[in-house]
Every structure is written in structure tokens, then in C-alpha cells.
């Protein structure tokens, strides 16, 4: 009776051992190859991945290169050694991405392509943001200020990510198109290289010191808010020139409502992460997926920021509750 | 003639050695290029592979280090397209490991031409096509810590090698055969041109030969030397087989020239020209000897002459012929030929020449007779004109006698051969110059060179000394030069005439024309030649030369009273007393009616001069005593002028005798009998005004002057009544000027005056002519001076003027100046009643300046009283012109003359003149004076001025008129004083002594009744004097008194304006 209890017990727990092993083995596998997952903007895309791909049933495993192009190489050796249903990356750079896509391609494994891009090859689907949009929306929320308060017969100082970028190109393009609406001469453009709190000071220096009507900075990232806002400040400019940045920061949800900042273009990656997913479900149901998917980015300022604020928290900041 | 018919061309046979040799040399040319061009495609292959190999190796490493394989794909596929190697693969040995292989191999494969493929390694057919590569590199690359860290291979396909020798072999065998063709054309045609064409040319020229097989032409010049030789060997053949051709023919044709020049010259000669031989007979004749037988040369010859004359006649040329060739030379002998052709006589000078063989035989006679009928009547002719020049030589009563270069006497006519009392052929052969004394010799050879050398004709007066006696004589002598056939001096033919009679008589005139009949003396026109003499010796020999101008006191007196008997008995005695004075090396002369000059002469000092003047007076003041019906004892003085020589500036004779005359005058106001030297200084002023007397009367000239014209207007109905023609000067350096500048220096030159007054006239008429041509209807005023107004010249142009241009003479007046032109009343009356007469107005001038007496204008049959402007201008405020122009109306009403008011200036001036009754008036308020084309367009706009048209001239009240001046004329007094008291008069600030107060206190309290007026203008009075005293007693500032004044005229027009209002 025990044995046979016994028996009917592991053969009960051995049923559920491969039911278990079934239902584990039964659900297809994806990976995601991030450049750094250190980087906040990566991190939050990563949480809408693994939200929506463990909401659609797949198992999913997230590599952080670290930006190193060997690691990057190696993750995705892994990947297709696993066996993987289908990768989504968002390459070190676009040029990186070209062997992703030849070693998956080599091996049968789809990729979707989540912000970055790639300079060639096959993939799935691209996932990215309006930045041309996004920056044209925030440059008109700048314009507005400045014609609230009259200083729009001043100029405005562009601190912008390497415009050789095809994203740098956009956003420049996409504000000045507003500015120029606007009437409003953009007074010099400074291209970051070290992305650093220094670099970002510095620049700024030279902007207020260099041109006398300076009315406003807009700075085309979001971490190195801090070193424009002291660079204002230490040249007794506080209150008379405004910051608005491209990108988000948590704390900007207080400095925006309190005028700090005068708004902040905000990509969505919370929301492009759960899009990379989804393009790649579609595509293993059969089913046709849009070559690229632009997503908007919000033009948020004090105005607009109480009505998005569920929108920013879930989809800028990948805060759920 | 055909040369080589049947042999092969050699232009074959050269295009067979050429294509052969050119085909072999070339096809080997071309296989030597092949395998060159073959190695260096190797070589370049291998170049390539090392080039390429070496640029990836460097960067691959890196990016594989990096792990970038995109990158390092990108480079090598860039690399495969810009060298295009058959492949580049590389093996990554870095990816090997991440993806767990033994090897990474990547890399691009162009299997076809412009078809760049992925490397698969696991492909055969890319295996297989990387075993059959033509060459291949493999490179291992290594990481910066040293480590390999893959390979690299390029392969590389000798296809396009082989494609590229090919295409080279194409174009190498094409290349090959275009310059075979071109080689073997140009070769042919250059053998064709340098040589064939030229031996064909030489053959052709060759075969075009004459009769005698000798070519006509010789060939012609060939470009290169070896064609050359052949071809100048064969041409010098020719030429030498031409030349000996040429040669022959050239000898014949040389004996026909020489025939028929012969014959030309037989022909040609004049003369008759014959040939005979021994025998008489004929030989040959010419066309002229033709004519004396009748016959034709070939009828001549061979016959003698006794076959055509008679048997004396042709005896007498046979004796000839013989004579001549007996004798061996030529006979010459004349004879008469009748000629049978047209029977013409004539004597011929024959001459026969013996005709003679080398060996001395005579074989005939050569004859030629030349026609000397003409020549010989010539000669007679000749001779007839030599005896009647002779005859007529012989007959003329002038001497001429002929002599050559020698002095030889070749001939001399009757004349003087009678002169010289000798005979024809005693004279004849001597030596002229021997027939006079050395010295006259000597002279008269020296002319006679003269001739010789100028081989013209010479005329002279001489002393002649006539031989025997040598007789003096005045001789005209006449040299002529006689020329032989070179032009050379012949013979000098010398005619001349005793003139010794004629050059008394002239001289006995000329005497008479340089000295004064009555004296004596020299007059004046021998007086300035020896004044210049005696002016050059003084100033040689540095000495003084005084010259004194002697004026007879009295000597008119004494004419008149004793007659001009007395008059010249004076003269000869004053003449005989300076000769007593002076030296006779002193020039004195008589130079008018009771003048003498005297030049003294080589003086040290003026000083000398004066005691001599002082003993002339002294003796010329001594009675003269005239015998008539009685003796008379007469007295008389003189007035000397003295001047020197030589002055400071260089001075001619005439200057010096006027120095001398105008000090004489200076003597003569001096109060005569006494002498006066000439002031220099003075002189210098009165040069100044020659000066510009001379400029007038280049002005006159030169057309400089000009006649502006000032209108006359009449007042009251505002209409042009005339124009006065005013004269300016245009000066070239002292622009426009009128007449006051220059005028008065005329006053003492009556001749510029006059010259200048017909330029006046003249011009004057002349435009007045042209204007009335334009429709101009008033008169015309043209001023005349005192000395134009007295002669009687002017008198002539004014009516030879009227005449001319046909001009009403009522149209023209004349202003004649009162106090000038009216000095002789009587004989003023007289001229202007002759103008008159012309029936032209007369005007006096300047009115009131003058005489202006009643008894004159009653004298003076006037048209027009010219007020002078002095009174017209001050009219305003002095009553003295008031009154005077006030009698001058009541002057001008009594004598029915018309009045012009001269010098209205304003139009206060017309309205005054137009109350007192004054009619017309000149001035600058109506116009100044204005060229003569400006005339018309001014009448044309002229309108007058109505406030001088709306006055009624019976309603003014000539006191009050009065009144007013009174008062202006005290307020001019009181303006004057205040602004210059020094040299001004104080008026009277009395109000009831002035002159308007007593006026007021008197005549007008009778008069005006209007009491409450006088009273007013009374107060006024008062108050303006009381003003004016205050102003002169206190001595106030000068501003403060300048108020004050402005005040008193402000009360003084007042006054005047209430003075008005009275009547």
C-alpha cells in the first residue's frame, strides 16, 4: 500500500515532473541582447520586454554587453547556440548590429531591432522613436515660454548628441524647425563627446558668456541636466535663461511642475520595449509585422505634465504602480 | 622619241624589297613587345597583391582586435572593389573562439567580372576557383600585444592579364599593319617624287627636242645633288651646242646691221655723198645725189657723168676727181649745181676724197657736196647790220669805246675819238687805262673788275678828267659786260655823258629846298639833318648840346604896322645877329615865320649856354632900323626855350626841338624877352599824358570806343522823346570808361579832339541810320567839344553825314557845352546859325554852370537848355538849385526854348520837376546809359512812371514846394553838423529865425487861412527845433544822438507831409 503509494506518488510527481518539464520545455525562448542595462533608458526598455514577452508566455533572458562589441559577440553566440526563437537587440552600434544579424541570419533566428538601428542586413522589425517629431514638439513648447515672457528676441544655445547620428540629426532639425516658426535665431550649437557633467558645464559657459541674449539652453540628453542648470547659475543667470532637455529623468516630473526645467522631449522605452516584443510574437504567429515602427516621443513642460503623468510613469519611466 | 619600251618598271622591283623588309622588321618589333608587356603584367599582378595585402593588414588587425567585423567586411569589399583581386579571405581567429569553431572565415570572392560575392568556405566552386588563382599573398595579422590574431589571403586571377595581352596583341597587330601601309606609301612616294618624277622629267624635257634633235629646253632645276649633276651636265651640253648655234647666227646678222647702217648713214647725211671708181664710173650714191641726176642709184651706177650733164660740166668734176686722186688727199672746190629733179640751184663746197687700198693703189674717188647757199646770205646779212651798228655808233653823241679784259681799246666811236682828238687807228690796240693819270687809272680799273667779276651792268658818276687837259667833268658812265659763247667776260663796252650841267641845277635846287630864301639859313628840314650830325657828335664825344627855340616878341605888330617889308628886314637882321653870335660849327635855322632854332654844340656845362642866351637877348632886343618913305626905329624882343642833349632817356631830334618849343612857351608866359630851360620833371607828368594820348588815338584805331545811349523821356505823358549818344572807351586793361577820364587831356590837342569827334559823328549817324531802317522815330543828341564846335571840318562831315544816310537833320541836335563853346559869342552866333542853317537843333549843355546870362540866350538862336545835374540833384534839399531851376523854366518860357532836366535820379526828383513844370527829363531813374542793341527792347517795355503823369500842374503850390525844400535843406544842415560838426555848419536852432519859421511867421500866416494847420505845423516846428537844440547843446553819447536824429526825421517828414497839406 505505502509503495503503491509510494509509486503512485512518484509516478504522480514524475507526471508533474514532465508536465512541468513539458509546460517548461513548451514555452519558446527569447533573448535580449542590450548594449549596457547600467543605463536606466535600457533598463526600463528591458522591464517592458520582460513584461510583455512573460505576459505572452515566452521565456525570456536579458544580456547586457556592457557596450563591449566582444561581449555583445559572445551573448549572441549563446543565444544561437540555445537555440533561441528570436533575438531582440538593441545593438552597441548600428554597425555592430550588421554581424548580429548575420550570425542570427547564418542560423535561422529572427531579430527585432529595438532603437539604434543597423547599417544593414535582415531583421524583423525596427523599433524606434520620432525624434524629429518629438524635438520639433518640445521646440515649440520652448517657443511658447519664451513668448509668455517676451524674451523671444533672444537666442537659443543647442547642446546636442553627435549630429552624425542619424537621431542627433533629427532632433536638431526637428527644433529648429520650430524655432524658425517661431522667429526665434538659435545662437550656437556645441556636439557633446564625452557626455560628461563637465563637458555639459562647460558648454553652457560658453554659451551664456559668448552671447549676450541667450534666453534659453536645450540640451539633447537628459542626465547631465545638473551641470547646465550650475553653469546658469554661476553666471548670475538664474531665472533669466531656461533649460529644456531632450529624454527623461525621474526628478524631472518635480523640476518641470516647478519651472526648473521648462519641459523635456520623453521617449518611451518602458512602451518600445513592449512593441519589440510584440513585433516578435506577431512574427512567430505568422503574422506580418511593419518593417519599422516609429513610436512618439511626449513633449512634456508644466502645462502637460499632470494630464501625462500615467503615461511618463508607465511608459518613460516603467514605473507599474 | 620613246625611250624603254619593253623594261620593267624599278618602281616594282622597290615595292617588293620594301614590303618585305618592312613586314619581317616590324613582326619582329611586334613579338619583343608582346613578352615585355607580359612580364610587366606579372610584375604588376604581384605589385598589386603586395599593395593591397599591405593596406588591409594594418587596419584589419585592429578592427579584428575590436571585434568590428562589419568594419572589417566593409574594408575588404572596398578594397576588392577598388583592386579588383580574383579574392581577399580572411581568418578571424578571435570569432573562431566566441563561436566555439576551429576557424572564422570571412571574406569576398569575384568569380565574375563586376560581381562581388560572399566567401563561403565551405563553397567548392570558390575553393576551387582560389586553387586556380594565378597568384596569391597570405599575410598573418597580429594584435598590439603580439599576438596573431588571424590571417589574411589575397588571391589574384590572371584573367584580366590575359584579356589585357590580348587586347594588346590586337592592337599591336593593327598598329603593325597601319604602319607597314603607311611606311610603304610614304617610301614609294617619296622614291616617286625623288626620283622617278625627276628622271621622268629629264626624259620628257629631253625627247622635246628641234629639226637638229636638240632639245628646246633645258632641264629644269633638280632638288637633290646626284639628279642635279646628271641634269647640269646635260644642260651645260645643251647650252655649249647653243651657245656655237648662236654664235654663227649672231656674225650673220652682225654684217646685215653693219650694211644697213651704213646705208642709214649715206642716207641720213645731208649732204650729196658719191662713190666712183678709178674710172668715173659710179660706185654708189645717196638719196640726195639721187635727186641732183634724176635718176635712181641703180640707174647711177656704173655709169659716169658725162651720161647725165653736159660734156664741160662732167669734164669739170672728172678734173676734180683726178686732182684728188692725184694729190692722195682731200680737194675741196665750190661749184653751182643745178638740180634735175626740180631744177633748184644751189652752191655746194664739194669735196673729193681719194679712195685707197691697204696696198696704197687708188681705186676711186669718194665725193660729198654740201649746200652753203643760206650761210653764205647769212654772212652777207651780217656784214650790212655791222656797218649800220657801226654807223649808228659812230653818229650818237655819246662816248663809247670798247676794250678787253686787258684794258686793250678794240673800239671806240667817233665821239670819242673827237673828245680825245685822236684817230681811229691810233687808238685802236692801246691800253685805255693808259690814257688816264695812275690814280683815275687805278679807280677805273677797279669798277671794270667789278663788271668782270658780277658780268652785270654798272652805272656811275664820276669826275671825269679829260686828256689832254684833263678837263674836269660830271660823267654818267654806263658798263656793260660782253659775254662770249661760255659766258665768260669778253669785252667791256663803256658808253658815257657829260652830266656836269644837269647835277648843277639839282644842286642849285636842292639849296634852295633846305634853306630859307629870305635869311639864308637852313630851314627846318635841313635844320633836322644837321641837328642829328651835331646830336650824334656831342654824344660821341660825351659833350653837351644845347638847342634854343628863339620866339620874336612883337613881330606880328611889327607887320602889321610897317608891312611885311619891315617884317623880312627884321628877319634878316635877327638872321645876321645869331650868325654874328654863334659859332659856325652852331646849326641855325629859320623854322617858321618868326622862329629860329639854334643848336649849339659840343658844350662842357650848361653854365656856357646861359651867357651866350643872355647876350643874344641882349643884342636882339637892339633897335632895327627900317628905311621906307622914312626911317623907322624898330624894337624887338625874344622868347628862348632851352633844352640839352643829351637826357637821361634817349630823345630824338623832333622830341628835343618840342622840349625846347614848350619852354619857349614857358618863357612866353613868363613875360617875354627872356629865356627858359626845360623842366624834365614837369616833363615826366606830361609824358604820362602823351602816354595816353597816344592810347586815344589807337583807341581811334583799333575801334576801342563806343557810343552808349541815355534816354530822354517826357514825363508827363511817359513816351521816349530821344536818346544822347554818351562816348565810353572799352580800355583793355582798364575795362569801360567814360568820358571824364580821359576827355580833358584832349582839351590842348585839337587834332585828337577832332578825329575823335568825326569817330563820334560818324558812328552816331551810322546807327541812327540802322535804327530808323528798324522803325526808330526820335532824336538823336550828340555832344560836341569847343574845338569840334570851331572847325569848320566837322561842319563838312555833319553835312556830308546828313547827306549819306539821308536823315531828317530835326532829328539830330547837337549839345554844344555852355562854357566852352561860347567863349566868342559872336563867332559862336555865327556856327550855329550855319548848323541851323542844316536844319539841325542845337542844345547848350551842362545849362547853369556857365554865363547864363539873359543877354547870351537872346543872342544864341538855342532849341534846348540841358539843365546841369548838380542843380537836378539837389534840388530836394536846396532851395539855391530850386530857384535856379525855377528861372531856368521861366528862362526857357521866355526864349520858347525846350528844357531837359539832366540827373534825375529818383522819382521824387521827376515829381518835383514835374510841379515846377519841367517837361522832359534824362536820368538814371529812367535808364542809365545802354548799348546801342539794348535801345529797342527798352522803348519797347518803357511805360513812364504814373506818379509823374497824375500831377496837375496848375493845382502846385510852388511855396509850399519852397517850404518844403527850406525845411529839407535845414534837416540836411542838422544831419551834416551832427555827424561831422568840424566841417560842417551849425544850422540855425532858433525855430522863429530859421529860415522855414520866418516863412512861417511871414508868408504863410498871409497866406493859408487854414489856422488850425499852421498852428499844428507850428507846434511841430517848435517841437523839432527844440529837439535839435537839446541834441547839439548836450554832449551825448553817439548812440543816444543818433536816436534823437532819428526822431527829428521822423518829425521832419511830418512836417513836410503837413507843409503839402496847407494848400
Known amino acids: 500500500m505505502v509503495t503503491q503509494g509510494f ?223 550650475n553653469a546658469i547659475e554661476d553666471s548670475g543667470k538664474k531665472g533669466q535663461i531656461a533649460l529644456i532637455c531632450f529624454d527623461a529623468e525621474p526628478e524631472f516630473l518635480e523640476m518641470i511642475p516647478k519651472g526648473i526645467l521648462v519641459g523635456a522631449a520623453m521617449q518611451q522605452p518602458f512602451l518600445m520595449g513592449e512593441e519589440a516584443v510584440n513585433a516578435m510574437h506577431k512574427h512567430l504567429k505568422g503574422e506580418k509585422v511593419e518593417h519599422t515602427v516609429r513610436l512618439p516621443i511626449l513633449p512634456v513642460s508644466s502645462e502637460s505634465i499632470e494630464k501625462q503623468l500615467p503615461m511618463i510613469k508607465r511608459n518613460v519611466l516603467g514605473v507599474l504602480y | 622619241m620613246v625611250f624603254g619600251v619593253g623594261k620593267r618598271s624599278l618602281y616594282i622591283d622597290f615595292l617588293a ?91 569576398f570572392i569575384a568569380l565574375h567580372e563586376g560581381k562581388i560575392d560572399s566567401f563561403e568556405s565551405s563553397n567548392p566552386i570558390h575553393l576551387e576557383a582560389l586553387k586556380a588563382s594565378f597568384y596569391h599573398e597570405k599575410r598573418h595579422l597580429i594584435d598590439a600585444d603580439n599576438q596573431q590574431i588571424g590571417e589574411i589571403t589575397v588571391y589574384m586571377s590572371d584573367t584580366k592579364m590575359k584579356q589585357k595581352l590580348q587586347e594588346a596583341f590586337i592592337d599591336t597587330i593593327v598598329g603593325v599593319i597601319l604602319l607597314i601601309l603607311i611606311l610603304i606609301f610614304i617610301l614609294l612616294l617619296a622614291i616617286k617624287r625623288m626620283a622617278l618624277v625627276p628622271l621622268t622629267q629629264m626624259t620628257c624635257t629631253i625627247s622635246n627636242a628641234d629639226s637638229d634633235g636638240i632639245p628646246t629646253t633645258a632641264i629644269p632645276h633638280m632638288h637633290y645633288k646626284e639628279i642635279a649633276i646628271v641634269a647640269e651636265s646635260i644642260n651645260a651640253m645643251l647650252e655649249t651646242i647653243k651657245s656655237s648655234r648662236i654664235l654663227l647666227h649672231e656674225s650673220h646678222e652682225e654684217a646685215i646691221k653693219l650694211l644697213a647702217l651704213n646705208r642709214l648713214i649715206i642716207e641720213t647725211i645731208p ?205 654818267e658812265v654806263i658798263r656793260i659786260p660782253i659775254l662770249d659763247g661760255e659766258e665768260n667776260v669778253k669785252e667791256i663796252q663803256v658808253i658815257f655823258w657829260d652830266v656836269t650841267e644837269k647835277i648843277s641845277k639839282e644842286q642849285e635846287l636842292e639849296y634852295s629846298a633846305k634853306h630859307d630864301s629870305l635869311t639864308g639859313l637852313p630851314n627846318r628840314f635841313l635844320f633836322n639833318e644837321l641837328i642829328q650830325k651835331a646830336m650824334y657828335r656831342c654824344k660821341r664825344k660825351e659833350k653837351l648840346l644845347a638847342l634854343l627855340f628863339i620866339d620874336l616878341d612883337g613881330f606880328k605888330t611889327i607887320n602889321d604896322s610897317f608891312g611885311h617889308e619891315a617884317g623880312d628886314e627884321v628877319l634878316k637882321t635877327i638872321a645876321g645877329r645869331l650868325e654874328a653870335i654863334f659859332r659856325t660849327e652852331d646849326v641855325i635855322a629859320r623854322i617858321g615865320g618868326d622862329e629860329f632854332v639854334v643848336a649849339v654844340s659840343e658844350l662842357s656845362s650848361e653854365n656856357e649856354i646861359i651867357a651866350l642866351i643872355d647876350r643874344l637877348l641882349i643884342d636882339i632886343h637892339q633897335p632895327i632900323f627900317y628905311q621906307n618913305e622914312q626911317l623907322h626905329e624898330l624894337h624887338i624882343s625874344a622868347s628862348v626855350g632851352v633844352t640839352f642833349y643829351p637826357q637821361e632817356e634817349d630823345i630824338g631830334s623832333e622830341a628835343l626841338l618840342r622840349q625846347s618849343d614848350q619852354a619857349m612857351y614857358q618863357a612866353k608866359l613868363q613875360g617875354k624877352n627872356r629865356y627858359h630851360v626845360f623842366d624834365l620833371h614837369v616833363n615826366s607828368f606830361l609824358k604820362t599824358n602823351q602816354k595816353r594820348i597816344e592810347e586815344i588815338e589807337d583807341a581811334i584805331k583799333n575801334d576801342a570806343f563806343a557810343l552808349f545811349y541815355q534816354p530822354k523821356v517826357d514825363m508827363k505823358e511817359g513816351r521816349v522823346i530821344g536818346f544822347e549818344a554818351l562816348l565810353r572807351w572799352q580800355h583793355p586793361e582798364e575795362g569801360l570808361l567814360y568820358p571824364d577820364s580821359f576827355l580833358p587831356l584832349l582839351h590842348h590837342d585839337k587834332t585828337l579832339m577832332v578825329l575823335l569827334g568825326e569817330w563820334v559823328f560818324k558812328t552816331a549817324f551810322r546807327q541812327y541810320a540802322l535804327w530808323r531802317e528798324k522803325g526808330f522815330s526820335f532824336g538823336l543828341s550828340i555832344n560836341m567839344s569847343a574845338h569840334e564846335f570851331k572847325e569848320p571840318k566837322m561842319f563838312t562831315l555833319i553835312q ?125 531813374v529812367v535808364a542809365k546809359a545802354m548799348p546801342a542793341q539794348s535801345v529797342m527792347g527798352w522803348v519797347s517795355h518803357y511805360e513812364g512812371f504814373t506818379e509823374w503823369q497824375k500831377i496837375h500842374c496848375s493845382m502846385v503850390d510852388k511855396n509850399l514846394i519852397f517850404a518844403s525844400i527850406e525845411h529839407c535843406h535845414w534837416f540836411h544842415m542838422l544831419q551834416n553838423y551832427v555827424t561831422n560838426p568840424k566841417h560842417n555848419a551849425r544850422p540855425e536852432l532858433n525855430s522863429s529865425l530859421c529860415r522855414f519859421g520866418e516863412w512861417m511867421n511871414k508868408d504863410a500866416k498871409k497866406t493859408y487861412r487854414n489856422t488850425e494847420a499852421l498852428s499844428f505845423l507850428e507846434s511841430l516846428h517848435e517841437q523839432i527845433h527844440t529837439k535839435a537844440q537839446a541834441m547839439v547843446m548836450q554832449k551825448t553819447d553817439e548812440a543816444s544822438r543818433l536816436k534823437t536824429l532819428e526822431e527829428i526825421q521822423n518829425l521832419h517828414r511830418i512836417i513836410v507831409y503837413h507843409i503839402k497839406q496847407l494848400s
Not at chain 2, 619582329?28 to 605589385?47: P, R, T, V
Open chain 1, 7 to 229: 509509486k503512485q506518488f512518484f509516478i504522480i510527481m514524475g507526471l508533474l515532473a514532465c508536465l512541468t518539464q513539458l509546460s517548461f520545455a513548451a514555452k519558446p525562448k527569447l533573448v535580449y541582447l542590450s548594449s549596457d542595462l547600467r543605463i536606466p533608458f535600457w533598463s526600463i526598455m528591458d522591464r517592458g520586454i520582460q513584461r510583455q514577452a512573460t505576459a505572452l508566455g515566452y521565456e525570456i533572458v536579458s544580456y547586457s554587453a556592457n557596450n563591449d562589441a566582444k561581449s555583445e559577440l559572445e551573448f549572441t553566440a549563446k543565444a544561437i547556440k540555445e537555440g533561441v526563437a528570436g533575438i531582440i537587440v538593441s545593438p552597441t552600434n548600428s554597425s555592430a548590429c550588421v554581424t548580429i544579424l548575420k550570425m542570427a541570419k547564418n542560423a535561422g533566428i529572427p531579430v527585432v531591432i529595438s532603437d539604434i538601428g543597423t547599417e544593414s542586413g535582415e531583421y524583423v522589425s525596427y523599433i524606434s522613436s520620432d525624434n524629429y517629431e518629438g524635438a520639433y514638439q518640445i521646440g515649440k513648447v520652448l517657443a511658447r515660454h519664451l513668448h509668455t515672457l517676451k524674451w523671444n528676441d533672444g537666442s537659443v544655445g543647442i547642446i546636442s548628441i553627435p549630429q552624425k547620428r542619424t537621431n542627433g540629426k533629427a532632433r536638431t532639425t526637428g527644433f529648429m524647425k520650430a524655432m524658425d516658426e517661431a522667429g526665434i535665431k538659435a545662437a550656437d550649437l556645441k556636439q557633446q563627446v564625452t557626455f560628461s557633467y563637465q563637458e555639459t558645464y562647460d558648454f553652457s559657459k560658453e554659451l551664456i558668456t559668448n552671447n549676450a541674449d541667450l534666453r534659453a539652453i536645450w540640451l539633447q540628453g537628459s542626465d547631465r541636466y545638473q551641470g547646465a542648470l
Open chain 2, 800 to 924: 556830308g553825314l546828313l547827306k549819306e544816310y539821308a536823315i531828317n537833320p530835326e532829328a539830330i541836335e547837337l549839345e554844344i557845352l555852355e562854357t566852352s563853346a561860347l567863349e566868342d559869342m559872336k563867332k559862336a552866333k555865327e556856327i550855329i546859325q550855319h548848323y541851323k542853317a542844316l536844319g539841325l537843333k542845337i542844345a547848350l549843355d551842362d545849362f547853369g554852370t556857365g554865363y547864363s546870362t539873359l543877354s547870351y540866350l537872346k543872342e544864341l538862336p538855342v532849341d534846348t537848355l540841358k539843365i546841369d545835374k548838380s542843380f537836378v540833384i539837389d534840388m530836394l534839399h536846396d532851395s539855391g538849385s530850386f530857384s535856379i531851376l525855377e528861372a531856368a523854366m521861366g528862362l526857357a518860357d521866355a526864349f520858347r526854348c525846350d528844357v531837359v532836366a539832366e540827373g534825375v535820379e529818383s522819382i521824387e526828383h521827376g515829381t518835383m520837376l514835374v510841379q515846377l513844370g519841367f517837361r522832359y527829363a534824362q536820368g538814371y
Open chain 2, 271 to 475: 649732204d650729196l655723198l658719191w662713190l666712183k671708181d678709178a674710172d668715173g664710173k659710179y660706185l654708189l650714191c645717196n638719196d640726195k645725189f639721187e635727186q641732183l641726176y634724176g635718176a635712181k642709184e641703180q640707174d647711177i651706177i656704173g655709169k659716169c657723168d658725162y651720161d647725165f650733164v653736159e660734156p664741160a660740166l662732167a669734164d669739170f668734176f672728172r678734173a676734180n676727181d683726178v686732182k684728188a686722186m692725184q694729190a692722195g688727199h682731200a680737194v675741196a672746190n665750190e661749184e653751182r649745181l643745178a638740180f634735175a629733179s626740180d631744177g633748184r640751184m644751189g652752191l655746194f663746197q664739194t669735196t673729193k676724197v681719194p679712195l685707197v687700198k691697204e696696198d696704197g693703189t687708188v681705186i676711186g674717188v669718194m665725193g660729198i657736196a654740201h649746200d652753203v647757199t643760206e650761210y653764205k646770205m647769212l654772212i652777207d646779212e651780217l656784214d650790212k647790220l655791222r656797218k649800220l651798228y657801226l654807223s649808228l655808233l659812230n653818229t650818237i653823241p655819246l662816248n663809247i669805246v670798247r676794250f678787253d679784259i686787258q684794258g686793250k681799246i678794240t673800239f671806240a666811236n667817233k665821239t670819242f675819238l673827237n673828245l680825245l682828238h685822236v684817230k681811229h687807228e691810233d687808238l685802236i690796240g692801246t691800253n685805255g687805262y693808259d690814257l688816264y693819270p695812275p690814280m683815275i687809272a687805278e679807280e677805273y680799273r677797279q669798277k671794270d673788275e667789278k663788271v668782270i667779276l658780277s658780268k652785270k651792268m654798272l652805272q656811275t658818276t664820276h669826275i671825269f678828267s679829260l686828256p689832254p687837259h684833263m678837263t674836269q667833268k660830271i660823267i
Open chain 2, 17 to 107: 624589297v620594301i614590303v618585305v623588309t618592312i613586314i619581317a622588321v616590324v613582326s619582329l618589333y611586334g613579338l619583343y613587345i608582346h613578352s615585355k608587356m607580359k612580364e610587366h603584367f606579372n610584375h604588376q599582378i604581384q605589385h598589386e597583391t603586395y599593395i593591397t595585402i599591405q593596406a588591409l593588414e594594418k587596419n584589419l588587425a585592429t578592427l579584428l582586435s575590436s571585434y568590428a567585423i562589419n568594419e572589417y567586411e566593409k574594408l575588404v569589399y572596398t578594397e576588392m572593389e577598388l583592386k579588383e583581386p580574383l579574392a581577399i579571405v580572411v581568418n578571424d581567429f578571435n570569432m573562431a573562439k566566441v563561436m566555439g569553431e576551429e576557424q572564422y572565415i570571412t571574406g
